[in-house]
């Protein structure tokens, strides 16, 4: 089973301690089922000094999420809803909207 989530999708998290917050995937991690979601999950980091981070520190970046718990957001019909695959004319696969019926991608 592939995933139905995919990068620069807009997702509500579902349930945790971020349980209500939207974002934008920033990336997928299909072999552990979990995702990058902008600005949630925030964690601090203590780093020490290097290239990437030449003053070192406490640094604020997000943590992974596991992909159940979050919801994609559907652009046609702007709500939360769970996400089908169907087969176009064409025979392309695409992501289908439980709720509008409207194809997310094509």
Not at 44 to 71: C, D, F, W
């Amino acid at each position: 089973m592939g995933l139905r989530i995919k990068k620069n999708d807009t997702v509500l998290v579902i349930t945790g301690k971020e349980k209500g917050k939207k974002g934008r995937v920033l990336s997928v991690s299909p072999s552990k089922n979990r995702l990058l979601v902008e600005k949630v999950n925030i964690i601090k980091r203590h780093m020490k000094p290097s290239r990437k981070y030449t003053q070192g520190g406490i640094i604020e970046k997000e943590a992974l999420l596991h992909i159940s718990n979050v919801m994609l957001i559907c652009p046609k019909c702007s709500k939360p809803t769970r996400i089908s695959n169907t087969i176009l004319q064409d025979d392309k696969k695409a992501r289908l909207c439980k709720k509008c019926r409207e194809v997310i991608d094509s």
